[in-house]
């Protein structure tokens, strides 16, 4: 019986040490979890406040970005209209018309030039042996 007391006693002791120690951790717990909750909650307003920030830069610079871009093809047009009234005003050289009196006489005759007849070809040919340039009404520039 005193074993058993003796037993008995000191699982009281274990238990009621083991107690003790479990609610104050259980406290510990309790206190670190509301510090984390704490710091989370910092660190999340934290990131909404860059969040925030970094929205209002993008939109100012979406604004400014929009003024250039509308401010950009009015640029535009003025170089073009500089670059037409430049070309307008460049002096075209033109190639000098040589008159072909072979060609005159063939329209005159009413030759069609794009689809002759076989008897327009022979009456073509003739036409072209007295002129200089044949039917042509300029000198070929060379070549082949």
């Known amino acids: 019986m005193r074993k058993s007391l003796g037993i008995l006693f000191a699982s009281a002791l274990m238990l009621s040490a083991c107690g003790t120690d479990g609610k104050e951790n259980e406290k510990q717990k309790k ?7 704490k710091k989370r909650e910092e660190s999340e307003t ?18 400014q970005q929009y003024h250039e871009d509308q401010m950009q093809p009015q640029n535009q047009d003025q170089s073009i209209n500089q670059q037409i ?3 307008e005003s460049y002096p075209t050289q033109q190639q000098p018309e040589i008159y072909n009196p072979a060609v005159q ?8 030039l794009n689809n002759p007849s076989d008897a327009e070809i022979d009456r073509l040919r003739d036409l072209s042996k007295e002129s200089p340039y044949g039917l042509q009404t300029a000198p070929s520039q060379g070549g082949y």
């Open 105 to 112: 006489q063939a329209i005159d005759e009413g030759i069609d």
């Open 46 to 63: 934290k990131q909404v406040k860059k969040d925030n920030q970094k929205n209002e830069e993008d939109e100012q610079y979406s604004a």
């Open 85 to 87: 009234q430049s070309y």
């Open 31 to 37: 206190e670190e979890l509301k510090q984390e909750t």
